[in-house]
Structures are given as structure tokens and as C-alpha cells.
């Protein structure tokens, strides 16, 4: 199926999240993530991307906020996900979606506990030109 044309399922609740973090002093980097942007479109100011993203056992997201939506569909593993009060916020396995809000007030972390790869298809529905992820740091919760 052309992934262009899977944008309105995937804006449907069919699709992801999660980011390519750029650094700072005091964020907390990502580690073992992988992306691949499958397609792009931008409409009236807002940017429509697809992405595979891979985290590797161990691997983390780095705590982050997006600047618009993000829903992911988890297609193998299994993703820890919590919120910057430190509470799980869900454990997804393979067939469920994630739903991130947007906006810096909505901090999250999603890590890999597993020993098998999580791999997502995300949706990002952006303000055009923002970053997949904005960084933020670790909110004082005892893991990565």
C-alpha cells in the first residue's frame, strides 16, 4: 500500500510516535532507536510524516515531548511508556496504538524492557518544520 495514501487510516488511529532527539545539556539522549521516514506530505501548514522506528532491547526514547500528535501502532515487542509523574502510562504490545498528545506539558519516555526488538509505524502530525521530538530531561523518575 502507498504510505501516502495510508495517511488518513494512520491519522485514523492506525499509527505512532516517538523521535530522532537532538541534544542538549540537560536532556536525557536516546539510545538504541532507529527511524525511517516512509513519507512526508505537507498540508496547509501542517507536516504529515510516516516512520518506522526501531528501539533495541534496552534501548530508550530519551524523555521528550512532541509539538503536534503522534499515534503509533507497535508492530513487534513490547514498549514500556511513562509519563513525567513517573507512572507507567501503558505497556503496548504488538497490534496496539499509541496515542501522544502534543505539547510540552505531556513529557514521555518509551523503553524497551525486552529482549526482542518494539517496532513502530508512526504517524507525525507536526506544525511544519517542527522536530519529530523536542528533548526534556528526566523529570527525577529512577530509570532512563
Known sequence: MNALRALPALAGGCALILAALQGTA????????????????????TDYIVRELTIAPGGTTGWHFHDGAVRAVVRQGTLTHNLADCSLDGIYREGDVIREPAGADHVHVGRNLGT???VLDAL???????????????PGCDFQ
Open 26 to 45: 540537560a536532556a536525557t539522549p536516546s539510545s538504541g532507536v532507529t527511524g525511517t521516514i516512509l513519507a512526508k506530505r505537507t498540508v496547509n501548514g
Open 116 to 118: 526482542t526488538p518494539v
Open 124 to 138: 507525525y502530525v507536526i506544525p511544519h518544520g517542527s522536530p519529530l521530538a523536542e528533548d526534556a530531561p528526566n
